[in-house]
């Protein structure tokens, strides 16, 4: 065969070499660009091609030599982008990876739960602002500075501010919302509280709390007590049942404590209803008429009732959890437990 036909038939070779093959690949990279490649010892032979043709023999070994290397890297990144590792190709009928998905947090789950209950006869959710003034915190709320009541939620003030502080309870939303908006008002305020206490397995120095207000004309008590006892139907079961004990809060007047009844099975029971069977829920109340009008609510003309619970303390009620630190520790072991969605 004439030199010219086999450099020929090489490149027809190289061009029209294709693989999916990884070791067919490697067997084409022997062959043209292994140490003793098929194109090396053609080099040799210029000497015997004629020397008006020595020039072209040149480039056509050059380009026979280039495009090898091409059609070899080409291929190889296709390969890589369909191969997995060891270079085989995968195998398309093994299942999928599990994807890892997250869980809610036990804290999210019951607040929207709480939510829900309460969005599904008529209250909408108003939120505001965590750092709070002392003024919607406290005065606006008939707590002014030297009330004792101040000492019931000991405070986080913004350092070398007094007038500033980390609100204490999400009744602030109360007052923010009473500023700014006439009756009727008909709103929950869930969020995040603080409050200067030892941390224990009972308490802690953050938490959260839902917060309810109403207010129109014409509301009573009555309608305080239907709400919540359809509150507690709704979270607790269709046959929940709930008792009222009178209580103090400045807010409210009258003010009264919700117990749900949580039964006697078992030890635990007896521990945790302190041997009563009743199990506190939230504090509640008629809104007390200074307040109304701290925030040009006229108090002649309308009443009101509110409420305020918090989120950790129902949580640890329906998942029997015994320590509140668990909820802010964000142990992976404990996060996972609960319900991934809903
Ligand atoms: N703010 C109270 C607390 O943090 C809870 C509360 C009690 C809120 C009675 C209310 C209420 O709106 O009427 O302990």
């Known amino acids: 065969m004439d030199i010219f036909d086999r450099v020929k038939a090489l490149q027809e070779e190289i061009d029209q070499f294709t693989t999916q093959d990884a070791e067919a690949l490697e067997a084409f990279r022997i062959r043209f660009l292994g140490s003793k490649n098929i194109i090396k010892p053609l080099f040799s032979e210029i000497r015997n091609v004629p020397n008006e043709r020595k020039k072209e023999f040149g480039q056509l070994l050059n380009t026979l030599k280039q495009t090898a290397k091409e059609k070899y890297d080409s291929t190889r990144a296709g390969l890589a982008q369909t191969t997995q590792k060891g270079g085989d190709i995968p195998d398309l009928t093994l299942p999928g990876m599990p994807v890892a998905e997250g869980a809610f947090h036990p804290v999210s789950i019951i607040m929207d739960e709480v939510i829900d209950i309460f969005r599904r006869i008529g ?81 802690h120095c953050q938490f959260h709390q839902v917060e309810g207000l109403y207010v129109a004309e014409g509301v009573s008590f009555a309608d305080l007590k239907q709400t919540i006892l359809y509150y507690a139907r ?72 509110a409420f305020g619970m918090g989120i950790e303390r129902q949580a640890m009620l329906k998942y029997r959890i015994d320590d509140i630190r668990l909820f802010f520790e964000n142990d992976r072991r404990f996060l996972s437990q609960f319900s991934a969605a809903k």
């Open 234 to 305: 709704e979270m607790y079961g269709p046959d929940a049942r709930i008792r009222l004990r009178p209580s103090y809060f400045p807010f409210t007047e009258p003010s009264a404590e919700v117990d749900v009844y949580w039964g006697l099975k078992d030890e635990t029971d007896y521990r945790i209803t302190k041997g009563t069977g009743w199990l506190e829920i939230l504090g509640c109340g008629m809104v007390d008429p200074a307040v109304l009008e701290n925030c040009g609510i006229d108090p002649d003309k309308y009443t009101g009732f």
């Open 123 to 203: 209250f909408s959710v108003a939120e505001d602002r965590e750092v709070e003034e002392d003024w919607y915190n406290f005065t606006a709320m008939n707590t002014p500075e030297d009330h004792p009541a101040r000492d019931m939620q000991d405070t986080f003030y913004v350092l070398n501010d007094p007038g500033r502080l980390l609100r204490t309870h999400t009744s602030s939303v109360q007052s923010r919302v009473m500023t700014t908006t006439q009756p009727p008002i008909r709103i929950i305020a869930p969020g995040r509280v603080y409050r200067n206490e030892t941390v224990s397995a009972r308490s």
